[in-house]
């Protein structure tokens, strides 16, 4: 059971920047792929970036440019910095983690794009 702690949500204005940081109970090391998705009202859950364990980087059309996902494995922390952000990136973000076979979830963290 792999544990997930978000923080770094909050209400920023339409052009500012916000850091999402996600803490895993466990080396990152062990797990095979992990990132942040998003939820807006609505809609669908939807990925906004995701890295492999070799590194590899998929990032939405969406935030291509804007939002840069990186991961610290000294503190097992996969953090997502959000610049030049838009009312439309409103959500709920999630961090997610796939240890195989299974996918793991963290609660979520309110993301709020206005002025």
């Known amino acids: 059971q792999v544990q997930l702690v978000e923080s770094g949500g909050g209400l920023v204005q339409p052009g500012g920047s916000l850091r999402l940081s996600c803490a895993a109970s466990?080396?990152?090391?062990?797990?095979?792929?992990m990132g942040w998705y998003r939820q807006a009202p609505g809609k669908q859950r939807e990925l906004v970036a995701t890295i492999t364990r070799g590194g590899t980087i998929n990032n939405a059309d969406s935030v291509k440019g804007r939002f840069t996902l990186s991961r610290d494995n000294t503190k097992n922390t996969i953090d997502l910095q959000m610049n030049i952000m838009k009312p439309e990136d409103t959500a709920v973000y999630y961090c997610?983690?796939?240890?195989?076979?299974?996918?793991?979830w963290g609660q979520g963290t309110q993301v709020t794009v206005s002025s």
């Open positions: 466990e080396n990152i090391f062990s797990l095979n792929n």
């Open positions: 997610w983690v796939q240890k195989w076979p299974r996918d793991y």
